[in-house]
């Protein structure tokens, strides 16, 4: 049961980091208030994580998975620095916020007969470190009851110095 839950976590945390590539950007996209709509964020003001090397370490469900190391490339407006858009994945809710501490997320995305719906924030400098906390629901008809459950992800991501010359930055 423990194993597809974390299955189920991994999942979700990819769907996320997936799902913020497309749709709406790193833009303000409401009010707080549920009013009319927030201007854009002005490309400047938006930070993305600094052009690099970086490892990423992982925690869900009181499990903490091995780090991976990762090297980003020089995000352009509009793009995802994390993860690249993944074929076959739409979305009903794209929503990356700003706040005063970062950004919030509010995604729902279906891909290969599954729905996650994912709510988080990320925190932090983007030079030297930031964090992602989500909270995802997985949906589908493929899908056992126990991966059906909420789970909670942490990343924590440290910038490592530049990427190895051998090794391209992922693109956006």
Do not use: H
């Not at 790193?26 to 993305?48: C, H, I, L």
């Not at 932090?124 to 909420?150: C, F, H, I, R, W």
Request: charged residues 15%; proline residues 6%.
């Amino acid at each position: 049961m423990r194993t597809n839950s974390l299955s189920a976590c991994a999942i979700a945390g990819l769907f996320l980091l997936g799902a913020c590539s497309g749709g709406n950007k790193a833009n303000d996209t409401a009010s707080k208030d549920g009013g009319a709509p927030a201007a854009p964020a002005a490309a400047a003001a938006v930070k993305m994580p600094k052009a690099g090397l970086w490892e990423i370490k992982t925690t869900s469900m009181g499990v903490t998975v091995p780090a991976v190391k990762g090297c980003v490339g020089e995000t352009k407006p509009g793009e995802n620095p994390f993860m690249a858009k993944q074929p076959g994945m739409n979305c009903a809710k794209n929503n990356v916020t700003s706040t005063a501490g970062g950004y919030d997320i509010d995604a729902e995305c279906t891909m290969n007969g599954m729905t996650v719906a994912t709510k988080g924030s990320v925190t932090g400098d983007m030079s030297s470190a930031y964090k992602v906390e989500m909270t995802s629901k997985m949906s589908g008809a493929n899908l056992p009851a126990a991966a059906q459950q909420e789970t909670k992800m942490v990343m924590d991501a440290t910038y490592q110095g530049a990427c190895p010359a051998t090794v391209q930055p992922k693109a956006g």
